[in-house]
C-alpha cells in the first residue's frame, strides 16, 4: 500500500471506529450543533474558539446556542466527548478540522474573511499528514483552493495525498423544528476524489444523507445558489407587496391563492426586509466574486435594492397611519414588537428591525420594543431595553410595528388595544 493511500486508508478506518477525533474551530450558531452532532455519532470533539466565554460556558456543560439544549451538551462534556479549548494547538491532535467561523461583510460591503484567514493560518502552523480540513463557513467559490490549501500544503505536505481538504457548507436553520444540523443533507466538495472519499466517510455517521459534488467551488456556489435563490424570491416577493399596495390589493390573498397552484410556484412571504448572517450577506461574497471577473450578477443587485428598501417601506406606512388619527411621527410613541431577524429565535445579526427602528428615531418617534428573546440592543447610538408587552403598554402606544411574528406572542391583545396596526408578517390577520 502506497503512502497516498495509507494517509486515506487511515482515516477512513478511524471513521469506521469511529477513533477519529474532530476538531471544531469556532462554536456559534453553526459550530457548536455540529459539534454536539459529531460527538453524538460516536467521536471525540476539540472545539476551538477565540472567545474565553463560550470556552468555559462550554467546558461547564452549559450551552449559549438555542438550537442546543443544555441538557443535551453537560452529558457529552461530562463524558468527555467534547472539550473546548482556546489554544489552537491542541488541533495538532484533531484528525479532522471543521472551520465554522463567521464571514461577514466588510464596511464596503466586500467578503471580510480576516476569520477565515485567522483559522487557516492557526490550523496551518499545527497541520499535520494524515489529517482533513473541512471548511464549512459560507464564502465566494475559490476560497478553499485559494486560502486554505497553500496555507496546509506550506510545510510541504500535499493536499489529496497526505493531507485532505474538502469543503461542505453549513445549511443549519436555526429554530427550524423539523430540518436540523443531522437530517439535512450535507453537500461535500473536496479538492481531490481522495478528499471526497475521505470526507464522506468520517461525516457519514454524523450526517443522515451525504451529496458529494466534484469540487469545492461546486460546493461552495452550492451555499451561494440556495441563499440566492432565496434573496432573489423575497425580493420578488416584497417587490410584490409594494405592487399590490398601490394597486390597493391584498399582496397576502394574491399569495395565498397563487400558492394553490399545485406546480410551478413556490410561496415566498414579503416581510420588513432581510436579517441574519445568511441570507443579506451571502449573495454579496458571489457579487463581489464575479466583479472581480468583470460580471455583473444582475439579480443580486436588484434583489439586494428591493430587500433593503422594505424597513423604509414600513416606516412610511407607520407614518401613514399616524396621519390617519392626525398624529405626526415626531413625538409619537411607537411600540415595535419582535426584533429579532426572524421569528422564535434569539439573533439579532442584520435585522431589519434595527433600521425601522433607527428610521423612527430619525422621524422624531419615541420608540421602545418587545421581544423576548432580545433583552436590549444598541442601534444607532442608543440603548434599549425591550419593555413587557402589557395591555397598557401597547393602550399607550399611538402605533404598534409587529416586525417579528414570534409564536408566543398575544396578537389578540394587540389586535383589541391597539390604537394603530402596521403588520409587516400579516400575523394579525393569521390569529
Ligand atoms: N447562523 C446561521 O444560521 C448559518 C447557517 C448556515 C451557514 N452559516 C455560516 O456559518 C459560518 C459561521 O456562522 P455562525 O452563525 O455560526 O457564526 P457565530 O458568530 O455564531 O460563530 C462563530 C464563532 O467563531 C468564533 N471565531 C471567530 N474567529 C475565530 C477564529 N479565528 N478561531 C476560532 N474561532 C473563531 C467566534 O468567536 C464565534 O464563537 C458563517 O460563514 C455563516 O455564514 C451560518
Excluded at 370 to 384: A, F, K, N, V
Aim: hydrophobic letters at 45%; one cysteine or more; aromatic letters at 6%.
Amino acid at each position: 500500500m502506497s503512502a497516498v493511500t495509507g494517509a486515506e486508508a487511515t482515516l477512513i478506518q478511524k471513521a469506521a471506529d469511529r477513533s477519529a477525533v474532530f476538531g471544531v474551530v469556532g462554536l456559534g450558531y453553526v459550530g457548536l450543533p455540529l459539534a454536539v452532532e459529531i460527538a453524538d455519532a460516536g467521536y471525540r470533539v476539540i472545539g476551538f474558539d477565540v472567545k474565553q466565554g463560550v470556552i468555559d460556558a462550554i467546558n461547564a456543560g452549559r450551552s449559549h446556542i438555542q438550537d442546543v439544549p443544555t441538557a443535551r451538551l453537560a452529558p457529552l462534556v461530562k463524558s468527555g466527548l467534547i472539550r473546548a479549548t482556546t489554544d489552537a494547538t491542541a488541533l495538532a491532535e484533531a484528525d479532522v478540522i471543521s472551520i465554522c467561523v463567521p464571514t461577514p461583510l466588510s464596511k464596503t460591503r466586500d467578503p471580510d474573511v480576516s476569520f477565515v484567514l485567522a483559522a487557516a493560518d492557526a490550523i496551518g502552523n499545527i497541520v499535520r499528514a494524515g489529517q482533513i480540513v473541512i471548511l464549512e463557513s459560507t464564502t465566494y467559490p475559490g476560497t478553499t483552493r485559494e486560502l486554505l490549501m497553500p496555507r496546509i500544503e506550506k510545510g510541504g505536505l500535499t493536499v489529496g495525498e497526505d493531507v485532505f481538504l474538502a469543503f461542505s457548507p453549513e445549511r443549519v436553520d436555526p429554530g427550524n423544528p423539523t430540518w436540523q444540523t443531522r437530517n439535512t443533507p450535507k453537500v461535500i466538495g473536496g479538492v481531490t476524489p481522495a478528499c471526497n472519499r475521505v470526507a464522506l466517510a468520517l461525516y457519514g455517521p454524523v450526517f443522515e444523507t451525504l451529496v458529494p459534488v466534484s469540487s469545492p467551488e461546486a460546493a461552495e456556489l452550492v451555499k451561494l445558489l440556495e441563499n440566492t435563490f432565496r434573496s432573489v424570491n423575497i425580493g420578488l416577493v416584497n417587490e410584490m407587496a409594494i405592487v399590490c399596495d398601490k394597486l390597493g390589493v391584498n399582496v397576502w390573498e394574491v399569495i395565498e391563492a397563487a400558492a394553490t397552484k399545485p406546480f410551478g410556484f413556490m410561496k415566498f412571504t414579503p416581510g420588513p426586509g432581510l436579517g441574519g448572517h445568511c441570507i443579506p450577506i451571502d449573495p454579496h461574497y458571489l457579487a463581489w466574486k464575479m466583479r472581480s471577473l468583470n460580471y455583473k450578477t444582475r439579480f443580486i443587485e436588484v434583489a439586494g435594492e428591493v430587500n433593503s428598501e422594505m424597513p423604509l417601506f414600513w416606516v412610511r406606512k407607520v407614518v401613514d397611519r399616524l396621519n390617519d388619527e392626525s398624529k405626526s411621527v415626531r413625538g409619537s410613541k411607537v411600540l415595535v414588537v419582535g426584533v429579532a431577524y426572524k421569528k422564535d429565535i434569539d439573533d439579532l445579526r442584520e435585522s431589519p428591525a434595527l433600521d425601522v427602528i433607527r428610521l423612527l428615531h430619525q422621524q422624531g418617534a419615541e420608540v421602545s420594543y418587545h421581544d423576548p428573546y432580545i433583552p436590549s440592543l444598541d442601534e444607532d447610538g442608543e440603548h434599549l431595553d425591550s419593555v413587557p408587552l402589557t395591555r397598557e403598554r401597547v393602550a399607550g402606544s399611538d402605533c404598534v410595528v409587529i416586525v417579528t411574528d414570534h409564536a408566543k406572542l398575544d396578537y389578540a391583545m394587540i389586535r383589541t388595544h391597539a390604537a394603530a396596526i402596521v403588520d409587516t408578517r400579516n400575523v394579525i390577520a393569521r390569529t
